[in-house]
């Protein structure tokens, strides 16, 4: 079992940044993959992120490319997502998530292990 909580959410203008933190319990964080997604008012969960287990590889989503920075410290139990020069449409609840298979992918249903989730507001 891996308890996730995400932080470091809250209310930001337009083309500010955040770092939203996820800090980890349980089983040893060094074999997840870990992933980032988020949920606005009214639309599905959709894929953000994504990390390897030793940090070596990453994927985005094409509409964070350039923007949001995902990185984790092994040491600390803790994943981070940088995100820069956000836009009102940034604006959701941002989950994390563990995938014992190691391998950052997009799939949400490859990963067992979810937060509650941090919400993020970007104002015009």
């Known amino acids: 079992q891996v308890q996730l909580v995400e932080s470091g959410g809250g209310l930001v203008q337009a083309g500010g940044s955040l770092r939203l933190s996820c800090a980890a319990s349980g089983r040893t964080f060094s074999w997840y993959a870990m992933g980032w997604f988020r949920q606005a008012p009214g639309t599905e969960r959709e894929f953000v992120a994504a990390?390897?287990?030793?940090?070596?590889?990453?994927y985005y989503a094409d509409f964070v490319k350039g923007r949001f920075t995902i990185s984790r410290d092994n040491a600390k139990n803790t994943v981070y997502l940088q995100m820069n020069s956000l836009k009102p449409e940034d604006t959701a609840v941002y989950y994390c998530?563990?995938?014992?298979?190691?391998?950052?992918?997009?799939?949400?249903?490859?990963?067992?292990?979810w937060g509650q989730g941090t919400r993020v507001t970007v104002s015009s």
């Open positions: 998530a563990a995938d014992e298979a190691q391998i950052p992918t997009a799939e949400q249903t490859h990963y067992e292990y």
């Open positions: 990390i390897s287990w030793s940090g070596s590889s990453t």
